[in-house]
């Protein structure tokens, strides 16, 4: 069923809303004074980013748990995509997709900010965007079947960071062309 112009814009203002707090949230935990510098040699950043893509990936083997969970005790579930399915796994699915996006592109920041040593950035930043993407995560869970504004901030707070250290990273490094390896 269609939905009415003014519930479209409601569910618009609360999205647009979520995602504002969620940028403002992100701009002050990534720009936060005094960070500690974090570690400076290459296997100490090394294991940094292996510890930030394990902390993300936790979500993503969480929210396929519950989709092997709820497909073992549904009968309309229990053969995957060959059943006839039920709203309930169509949910858990898009939960996975939205998180494995998620983790990707996390995966892919947390490397590009610890792996490349630049004196302006502290590697403890990537630390405070996994705490972000860990938050929002349990946020866009919660508040998913909610509908979009609901989930608003979950998503903000777990993509924001992303894009702000693949940004700054990657304006840098244009910036101080050539590139320049460890």
């Not at 860990?134 to 989930?151: D, H, I, K």
Request: charged share 10%; glycine share 10%.
């Amino acid at each position: 069923m269609p939905q009415s112009p003014a519930s479209s814009r409601r569910k618009q203002l609360g999205v647009a809303a979520g995602m504002a707090l969620g940028l403002a949230i992100t701009v002050a935990a990534l720009t936060w004074p005094h960070l500690p510098p974090g570690p400076v040699d290459p296997g100490s950043r090394a294991g940094a980013w292996l510890g930030c893509d394990l902390i993300a990936g936790f979500w993503l083997l969480f929210a396929v748990a519950r989709l092997a969970r709820h497909r073992f005790f549904s009968p309309d579930d229990i053969d995957g995509v060959l059943g006839p399915g039920s709203p309930r796994a169509k949910v858990l699915q898009s939960l996975i997709q939205n998180t494995l996006e998620q983790t990707v592109l996390a995966g892919i920041a947390y490397g590009a900010w610890l792996m490349i040593p630049s004196p302006e950035l502290p590697t403890s930043t990537a630390w405070i965007a996994v705490g972000c993407f860990c938050l929002g995560r349990f946020l866009f869970f919660m508040g998913y079947e909610r509908g979009a504004a609901a989930r608003a901030l979950g998503f903000a707070l777990t993509f924001y960071p992303t894009v702000g250290l693949m940004v700054v990273r990657a304006c840098l490094q244009l910036t101080n062309a050539p590139f320049t390896a460890l």
